[in-house]
Protein backbone atom coordinates (compact mmCIF):
# COMPACT_ATOMS: atom_id res chain seq x y z
CA UNK A 1 0.00 0.00 0.00
CA UNK A 2 1.54 3.46 -0.65
CA UNK A 3 0.96 7.02 0.42
CA UNK A 4 1.59 10.61 -0.42
CA UNK A 5 3.88 12.87 1.61
CA UNK A 6 3.68 16.64 2.26
CA UNK A 7 5.13 17.24 -0.71
CA UNK A 8 2.51 15.04 -2.61
CA UNK A 9 5.53 12.12 -3.40
CA UNK A 10 4.30 8.23 -3.33
CA UNK A 11 5.82 6.45 -0.33
CA UNK A 12 5.14 2.76 1.23
CA UNK A 13 3.07 3.58 4.41
CA UNK A 14 5.11 4.00 7.20
CA UNK A 15 4.00 2.28 11.03
CA UNK A 16 5.04 2.09 14.04
CA UNK A 17 3.25 -0.23 16.78
CA UNK A 18 3.69 0.68 20.41
CA UNK A 19 3.55 -2.26 22.16
CA UNK A 20 4.39 -5.63 20.07
CA UNK A 21 2.37 -7.61 22.38
CA UNK A 22 -1.05 -9.82 21.17
CA UNK A 23 -3.23 -6.71 19.52
CA UNK A 24 -0.26 -4.72 18.32
CA UNK A 25 1.78 -7.82 17.04
CA UNK A 26 -1.32 -9.15 15.51
CA UNK A 27 -2.99 -6.18 13.70
CA UNK A 28 0.72 -4.71 13.24
CA UNK A 29 1.92 -8.44 11.22
CA UNK A 30 -1.29 -8.01 8.83
CA UNK A 31 -0.30 -4.32 8.15
CA UNK A 32 2.93 -5.80 6.84
CA UNK A 33 1.21 -8.56 5.16
CA UNK A 34 -0.34 -5.82 2.97
CA UNK A 35 2.67 -3.77 1.95
CA UNK A 36 3.01 -1.55 4.68
CA UNK A 37 6.46 -0.56 6.68
CA UNK A 38 5.77 -1.72 10.10
CA UNK A 39 8.19 -1.12 12.65
CA UNK A 40 7.63 -1.92 16.51
CA UNK A 41 8.67 -0.65 19.99
CA UNK A 42 9.02 -3.45 22.66
CA UNK A 43 10.74 -4.09 25.78
CA UNK A 44 10.11 -7.69 27.17
CA UNK A 45 10.37 -9.44 23.95
CA UNK A 46 13.13 -7.24 22.18
CA UNK A 47 15.65 -9.57 21.83
CA UNK A 48 13.68 -12.50 20.39
CA UNK A 49 11.27 -10.14 17.94
CA UNK A 50 14.84 -8.70 16.63
CA UNK A 51 16.41 -12.03 15.73
CA UNK A 52 13.17 -13.78 14.83
CA UNK A 53 10.72 -12.05 13.89
CA UNK A 54 7.21 -12.33 15.47
CA UNK A 55 4.96 -15.72 14.59
CA UNK A 56 1.50 -15.64 14.68
CA UNK A 57 -0.56 -18.72 14.81
CA UNK A 58 -3.93 -17.50 13.13
CA UNK A 59 -7.51 -19.25 12.24
CA UNK A 60 -6.93 -16.25 9.81
CA UNK A 61 -3.45 -18.11 8.61
CA UNK A 62 -0.37 -18.44 9.79
CA UNK A 63 2.50 -15.78 9.40
CA UNK A 64 5.73 -14.62 10.03
CA UNK A 65 6.64 -11.32 9.97
CA UNK A 66 9.88 -9.34 10.76
CA UNK A 67 9.56 -5.61 11.75
CA UNK A 68 11.79 -3.11 10.09
CA UNK A 69 12.92 -1.95 12.83
CA UNK A 70 12.86 -3.44 16.56
CA UNK A 71 13.36 -0.56 19.22
CA UNK A 72 13.22 -0.76 22.58
CA UNK A 73 12.53 3.36 23.07
CA UNK A 74 10.42 5.46 20.74
CA UNK A 75 13.44 7.70 20.69
CA UNK A 76 15.47 4.78 18.72
CA UNK A 77 13.82 4.99 15.98
CA UNK A 78 15.25 6.28 12.87
CA UNK A 79 13.06 7.94 9.71
CA UNK A 80 9.57 9.47 9.72
CA UNK A 81 6.28 7.99 10.74
CA UNK A 82 2.68 8.31 9.02
CA UNK A 83 0.69 5.68 11.61
CA UNK A 84 1.62 4.99 15.47
CA UNK A 85 -0.31 2.96 16.41
CA UNK A 86 -0.41 2.63 20.33
CA UNK A 87 -1.35 -1.03 21.38
CA UNK A 88 -0.30 -1.11 24.80
CA UNK A 89 -2.58 -1.81 28.15
CA UNK A 90 -3.83 1.10 28.99
CA UNK A 91 -2.18 1.86 32.72
CA UNK A 92 -2.46 5.08 34.49
CA UNK A 93 1.37 6.26 35.08
CA UNK A 94 2.54 4.28 32.10
CA UNK A 95 3.78 7.36 30.46
CA UNK A 96 3.12 6.10 27.00
CA UNK A 97 1.65 9.43 26.00
CA UNK A 98 4.75 11.56 26.51
CA UNK A 99 7.42 8.68 25.40
CA UNK A 100 6.20 8.66 21.64
CA UNK A 101 6.79 12.19 21.10
CA UNK A 102 9.95 11.52 19.24
CA UNK A 103 7.78 9.81 16.60
CA UNK A 104 5.73 12.32 15.87
CA UNK A 105 6.18 14.48 12.69
CA UNK A 106 3.78 17.18 11.01
CA UNK A 107 2.00 14.22 8.82
CA UNK A 108 2.02 11.77 11.60
CA UNK A 109 -1.80 10.37 12.67
CA UNK A 110 -2.22 8.23 16.32
CA UNK A 111 -4.13 5.41 16.12
CA UNK A 112 -4.86 4.07 19.78
CA UNK A 113 -6.34 0.64 19.99
CA UNK A 114 -6.96 0.04 23.57
CA UNK A 115 -10.04 -0.63 26.11
CA UNK A 116 -11.94 1.90 28.39
CA UNK A 117 -13.31 5.55 28.04
CA UNK A 118 -11.85 8.79 26.95
CA UNK A 119 -8.47 7.75 27.02
CA UNK A 120 -7.85 10.21 23.84
CA UNK A 121 -7.90 12.92 25.99
CA UNK A 122 -3.98 12.90 27.31
CA UNK A 123 -2.90 12.63 23.14
CA UNK A 124 -5.16 15.32 22.64
CA UNK A 125 -3.29 17.79 25.15
CA UNK A 126 -0.01 16.49 24.37
CA UNK A 127 -0.07 16.88 20.72
CA UNK A 128 -2.71 19.16 19.44
CA UNK A 129 -1.96 19.46 15.80
CA UNK A 130 -1.58 15.76 15.18
CA UNK A 131 -5.04 13.37 14.15
CA UNK A 132 -6.02 10.98 16.78
CA UNK A 133 -7.79 8.02 15.27
CA UNK A 134 -9.54 6.10 18.43
CA UNK A 135 -9.81 1.69 17.59
CA UNK A 136 -11.85 -0.85 18.89
CA UNK A 137 -10.55 -4.39 18.51
CA UNK A 138 -12.67 -7.37 18.52
CA UNK A 139 -10.67 -10.16 18.33
CA UNK A 140 -9.59 -13.25 20.98
CA UNK A 141 -5.31 -13.51 20.69
CA UNK A 142 -2.92 -13.78 23.34
CA UNK A 143 1.02 -14.12 23.43
CA UNK A 144 1.42 -17.43 24.19
CA UNK A 145 5.28 -17.33 24.20
CA UNK A 146 8.22 -14.49 24.07
CA UNK A 147 7.60 -13.13 19.98
CA UNK A 148 4.80 -15.85 19.71
CA UNK A 149 1.12 -15.28 19.67
CA UNK A 150 -2.31 -16.90 19.05
CA UNK A 151 -5.25 -15.72 17.27
CA UNK A 152 -8.06 -18.51 18.28
CA UNK A 153 -11.37 -16.32 17.33
CA UNK A 154 -12.83 -12.75 15.83
CA UNK A 155 -10.52 -10.03 14.37
CA UNK A 156 -12.76 -7.57 13.63
CA UNK A 157 -11.38 -4.01 14.03
CA UNK A 158 -13.32 -0.81 14.54
CA UNK A 159 -11.49 3.09 13.99
CA UNK A 160 -12.69 6.13 13.83
CA UNK A 161 -11.65 10.15 13.96
CA UNK A 162 -12.10 10.82 17.30
CA UNK A 163 -14.51 11.45 18.73
CA UNK A 164 -16.44 11.42 15.19
CA UNK A 165 -15.92 12.66 11.75
CA UNK A 166 -14.14 11.03 8.84
CA UNK A 167 -10.61 10.41 8.17
CA UNK A 168 -8.43 9.56 4.28
CA UNK A 169 -5.99 7.83 6.46
CA UNK A 170 -8.53 5.60 8.39
CA UNK A 171 -9.68 4.98 5.12
CA UNK A 172 -6.38 3.65 4.32
CA UNK A 173 -5.79 1.35 6.83
CA UNK A 174 -9.44 -0.11 6.64
CA UNK A 175 -8.34 -1.09 2.89
CA UNK A 176 -4.73 -2.40 4.09
CA UNK A 177 -6.66 -4.49 6.79
CA UNK A 178 -8.91 -6.05 4.37
CA UNK A 179 -6.39 -6.67 2.24
CA UNK A 180 -5.24 -9.05 4.49
CA UNK A 181 -8.26 -10.55 5.80
CA UNK A 182 -9.07 -8.48 8.70
CA UNK A 183 -12.13 -7.05 8.46
CA UNK A 184 -12.58 -3.13 9.47
CA UNK A 185 -15.37 -1.20 9.78
CA UNK A 186 -15.08 2.80 9.52
CA UNK A 187 -17.20 4.36 12.11
CA UNK A 188 -18.13 7.72 11.93
CA UNK A 189 -19.32 7.95 15.56
CA UNK A 190 -16.26 6.10 16.91
CA UNK A 191 -17.30 7.72 20.71
CA UNK A 192 -20.44 6.05 20.04
CA UNK A 193 -18.34 3.13 19.62
CA UNK A 194 -16.71 3.36 22.68
CA UNK A 195 -20.04 3.20 24.86
CA UNK A 196 -21.37 0.49 23.12
CA UNK A 197 -17.83 -2.01 23.88
CA UNK A 198 -18.32 -0.48 27.63
CA UNK A 199 -21.45 -2.73 27.98
CA UNK A 200 -19.85 -5.84 27.99
CA UNK A 201 -16.58 -4.39 29.31
CA UNK A 202 -17.89 -2.41 32.59
CA UNK A 203 -19.70 -5.79 33.61
CA UNK A 204 -17.91 -8.66 32.33
CA UNK A 205 -13.92 -7.58 32.98
CA UNK A 206 -14.48 -6.79 36.66
CA UNK A 207 -17.00 -8.92 37.77
CA UNK A 208 -14.41 -11.49 36.30
CA UNK A 209 -11.77 -11.15 39.03
CA UNK A 210 -14.21 -11.77 41.45
CA UNK A 211 -15.02 -15.32 43.42
CA UNK A 212 -11.94 -16.37 42.58
CA UNK A 213 -11.84 -15.72 38.96
CA UNK A 214 -15.05 -16.48 36.95
CA UNK A 215 -15.27 -17.15 33.04
CA UNK A 216 -18.15 -15.42 31.49
CA UNK A 217 -20.44 -17.98 31.71
CA UNK A 218 -19.83 -18.42 35.40
CA UNK A 219 -20.67 -14.47 35.48
CA UNK A 220 -24.02 -14.88 33.74
CA UNK A 221 -25.21 -17.68 35.56
CA UNK A 222 -24.43 -16.49 39.04
CA UNK A 223 -24.76 -12.80 38.69
CA UNK A 224 -27.11 -11.80 35.52
CA UNK A 225 -29.17 -9.06 37.49
CA UNK A 226 -25.74 -7.36 38.43
CA UNK A 227 -24.51 -7.36 35.04
CA UNK A 228 -27.63 -5.99 33.75
CA UNK A 229 -27.72 -2.92 35.87
CA UNK A 230 -23.86 -1.90 35.16
CA UNK A 231 -24.90 -2.31 32.13
CA UNK A 232 -27.71 -0.07 32.17
CA UNK A 233 -25.56 2.93 34.09
CA UNK A 234 -23.42 2.79 31.02
CA UNK A 235 -26.66 3.56 28.95
CA UNK A 236 -27.64 7.05 31.07
CA UNK A 237 -23.41 7.87 30.71
CA UNK A 238 -23.47 7.33 26.73
CA UNK A 239 -26.78 9.25 26.45
CA UNK A 240 -25.28 11.88 29.10
CA UNK A 241 -22.54 13.03 26.29
CA UNK A 242 -25.22 12.42 23.63
CA UNK A 243 -24.76 8.84 22.25
CA UNK A 244 -28.15 6.97 22.96
CA UNK A 245 -27.29 3.68 22.23
CA UNK A 246 -30.13 0.97 20.93
CA UNK A 247 -32.62 -0.22 24.01
CA UNK A 248 -31.74 -3.85 22.72
CA UNK A 249 -28.12 -3.66 22.97
CA UNK A 250 -28.14 -4.91 26.51
CA UNK A 251 -29.98 -8.32 25.26
CA UNK A 252 -27.60 -8.85 22.32
CA UNK A 253 -24.19 -8.76 24.38
CA UNK A 254 -25.98 -10.71 26.77
CA UNK A 255 -27.22 -13.44 24.26
CA UNK A 256 -23.60 -12.91 22.10
CA UNK A 257 -21.77 -14.06 25.30
CA UNK A 258 -24.08 -16.91 26.35
CA UNK A 259 -23.28 -18.27 22.68
CA UNK A 260 -19.30 -17.82 22.84
CA UNK A 261 -17.05 -21.06 24.32
CA UNK A 262 -16.59 -19.95 28.25
CA UNK A 263 -13.46 -17.82 28.78
CA UNK A 264 -11.62 -15.87 31.31
CA UNK A 265 -11.22 -12.27 30.51
CA UNK A 266 -9.05 -9.90 29.73
CA UNK A 267 -8.61 -8.64 32.91
CA UNK A 268 -8.61 -11.94 34.87
CA UNK A 269 -5.68 -13.24 32.97
CA UNK A 270 -3.87 -10.06 33.57
CA UNK A 271 -4.49 -10.46 37.63
CA UNK A 272 -3.89 -14.04 37.54
CA UNK A 273 -0.25 -12.99 36.12
CA UNK A 274 -0.16 -10.40 38.44
CA UNK A 275 -0.04 -7.45 35.70
CA UNK A 276 -1.05 -4.32 36.04
CA UNK A 277 -4.96 -4.51 35.39
CA UNK A 278 -7.26 -1.97 33.45
CA UNK A 279 -9.40 -0.86 36.02
CA UNK A 280 -9.25 2.62 35.84
CA UNK A 281 -10.15 2.97 31.98
CA UNK A 282 -12.75 0.79 32.47
CA UNK A 283 -14.61 1.48 35.16
CA UNK A 284 -12.73 4.98 37.47
CA UNK A 285 -13.10 7.41 34.19
CA UNK A 286 -16.44 6.61 33.43
CA UNK A 287 -17.26 7.05 37.56
CA UNK A 288 -15.72 9.81 37.35
CA UNK A 289 -17.54 11.46 34.01
CA UNK A 290 -20.80 10.54 35.99
CA UNK A 291 -20.04 12.17 39.02
CA UNK A 292 -19.17 15.28 36.88
CA UNK A 293 -22.70 15.04 35.61
CA UNK A 294 -24.64 14.45 38.84
CA UNK A 295 -25.65 10.65 37.72
CA UNK A 296 -25.92 8.02 40.53
CA UNK A 297 -23.62 4.94 39.44
CA UNK A 298 -24.05 2.81 42.60
CA UNK A 299 -23.19 -0.67 40.71
CA UNK A 300 -20.52 0.32 39.08
CA UNK A 301 -19.34 2.01 42.10
CA UNK A 302 -19.54 -1.12 44.64
CA UNK A 303 -18.13 -3.12 41.69
CA UNK A 304 -15.09 -0.45 41.72
CA UNK A 305 -14.43 -0.70 45.49
CA UNK A 306 -14.79 -4.94 45.14
CA UNK A 307 -11.72 -5.10 43.13
CA UNK A 308 -9.83 -2.19 44.86
CA UNK A 309 -10.64 -4.46 48.04
CA UNK A 310 -9.46 -8.02 45.66
CA UNK A 311 -6.35 -5.88 44.77
CA UNK A 312 -5.24 -4.47 48.16
CA UNK A 313 -6.01 -7.71 49.78
CA UNK A 314 -3.56 -9.96 47.11
Not at 155 to 166: N, S
Not at 235 to 264: C, F, R, S, V
Not at 265 to 272: A, N, P, R
Not at 294 to 303: D, F, I, Q, S, Y
Request: net charge neutral; with cysteine; glycine share 8%.
Amino acid sequence: MVSSNILGIITTMKVVVMGAGAVGGYYGGRLSQSGCDVSVICRSDYDIIKEKGIRIQSIKGDMNWTPTQVCRHPKDFVGSVDVVIVSTKNIPGDGVCDSIAPLIGPSTTILLIQNGMFIEVPYKLRYPSTPILSGLAFICVSRVFPGGLNHSDYGMITIGLHPEGASDLAASLASLWKESGVKCILSPTIQKNRWEKLIWNAPFNPLSLLNNGRTTQEILEQDLPRVKAIMSEVMQLALIEGYPLDPNIMELKINQTAEMTPYKTSMLLDFESKRPIELDAILSAPIAFGEKNGVALPEMKRLYEAVLSIKIVK
